[in-house]
């Protein structure tokens, strides 16, 4: 499984931006709809966190605390492709913002529990 996250950019504070995680799967017994997706993100001088995360089905979305009310995740099985809306973007949302994907992901909110990762796209809020 390869990923490829996009959609970063400079946006003033208060602005909006929709990333997108295209993901490309050579498996001939996994689907795009087989894989829980999830949002990360490392500011600089910071671990990575967690954002959010959408079961397979997309029937279940997760949020931190820090992003609830201003960020939406979203998938489109048929294209392959995650999304994270964010809205009401703040400087402290100045980060790497990563996708990872993963099967029958226990703990969504853990880095460790996803097997693939896209490269990373930078979103800078400036104030």
């Known amino acids: 499984v390869q990923l490829q996250a996009s959609g970063g950019g400079l946006v003033q504070a208060g602005g909006s931006l929709r990333l997108s995680c295209v993901a490309s799967?050579?498996?001939?017994?996994?689907?795009?709809?087989?894989?829980?997706m999830g949002w990360f993100r490392q500011a600089p001088g910071k671990e990575r966190e967690f954002v959010s995360a959408?079961?397979?089905?997309?029937?279940?979305?997760y949020y931190a605390d820090a992003v609830k009310g201003r960020f939406t995740i979203s998938r489109r099985n048929g294209k392959n492709t995650a999304y994270l809306l964010m809205n009401s973007l703040r400087p402290e949302d100045t980060a790497v913002y990563y996708c990872?994907?993963?099967?029958?992901?226990?703990?969504?909110?853990?880095?460790?529990?996803?097997?693939?990762w896209g490269q990373g796209t930078l979103v800078t809020v400036s104030s």
């Open positions: 990872a994907a993963g099967i029958f992901v226990s703990n969504k909110y853990r880095a460790e529990n996803y097997d693939y």
């Open positions: 799967i050579q498996s001939a017994s996994n689907y795009f709809d087989d894989y829980d």
């Open positions: 959408l079961t397979s089905a997309g029937n279940n979305a």
